[in-house]
């Protein structure tokens, strides 16, 4: 039963929202089960929701999220659609819990299932917690990990694209838009964001698109250079304001650990 005592209905909004943000990755092979075919037919249709369902527990990072979401604010469904916007882009539900209560428990619920992918959730990430996919990426994640001075190229490459961004289309000229948005930036000791650049970004690949139709002044959420959604201005607010949290909060670890490997650091 619901928190209000009604049934548990599915929610076909919130099983489309995740087919649209988890796709990219998954057809990449990069998490989730070999499903992509079913979340690009759900994604392009809300539709399908039971068979979403079964792909979305196959996570291991995005549905452990998602259970502690539903536990922490009593909305039942891991696959309301509240729960999905707010892991996906931050904001929403999240505002209404305590990020490090929320990673106590993702961290007792993954407890006895840790292992190598999960070997960086530990009581000393707490500080740094939220129950979104952008912690997700900088925190649980290696990456954020192998930044170095001069090695720094491909895990740069791998947060900016993993991460949820945000961008405005400027242009759609055939297949084909220019979406103004702001890159992950690394100085050899903090992350950042780029003033606003310009990239192209193809509106479908291998003849699928999730937004056909989309145009010029649309707010759009990008996920491993794949359109996944319009966003309201909220929603872009949202998404900023917790891109912002993370990076702020991974620099502080980032700056913590060559603090205590610096010789001399300890007294």
């Not at 392009?44 to 039971?50: E, I, P």
């Not at 792909?55 to 509240?82: C, H, M, N, Q």
């Not at 991974?250 to 610096?262: C, F, M």
Request: negative net charge.
């Amino acid at each position: 039963m619901s928190p209000l005592g009604a049934p548990l209905v599915e929610d076909a909004r919130g099983a489309w929202l995740f087919a649209r943000y988890a796709y990219a990755p998954n057809k990449l092979g990069y998490c989730g089960p070999p499903e992509s075919v079913t979340l690009a037919d759900a994604g392009s249709v809300a539709s399908a929701t039971a068979d979403v369902r079964a792909v979305a527990r196959r996570f291991s990072g995005a549905w452990p999220y998602l259970e502690v979401l539903a536990k922490l604010t009593g909305i039942e469904d891991p696959l309301d659609s509240r729960l999905v916007e707010s892991y996906w882009l931050g904001g929403g539900v999240n505002t209404q819990i305590s990020a490090r209560a929320f990673g106590a428990e993702l961290l007792a619920r993954i407890a006895p299932q840790a292992g190598h992918y999960w070997a960086h959730l530990t009581p000393a990430l707490l500080d740094e917690a939220a129950g979104d996919h952008c912690f997700h990426v900088f925190g649980v994640y290696p990456w954020s990990r192998l930044l170095t001075t001069s090695a720094y190229e491909h895990p740069l490459h791998v947060l900016d694209s993993c991460r949820i961004r945000w961008g405005t289309v400027l242009s759609r000229q055939d297949g084909e838009i220019v979406v103004r948005s702001r890159r992950l930036t690394w100085d050899g000791s903090a992350l950042g964001l780029s003033d606003p650049t310009e990239e192209n970004v193809p509106v479908a690949v291998d003849g699928l698109s999730f937004l056909p139709d989309v145009a010029v002044g649309d707010q759009v959420a990008l996920h491993w250079q794949w359109l996944c959604d319009r966003l309201t201005a909220e929603q872009v607010a949202g998404l900023e304001a917790s891109t912002l949290r993370q990076i702020e909060a991974t620099n502080r670890r980032l700056a913590r650990e060559r603090g205590a490997s610096t010789p001399g650091s300890e007294g």
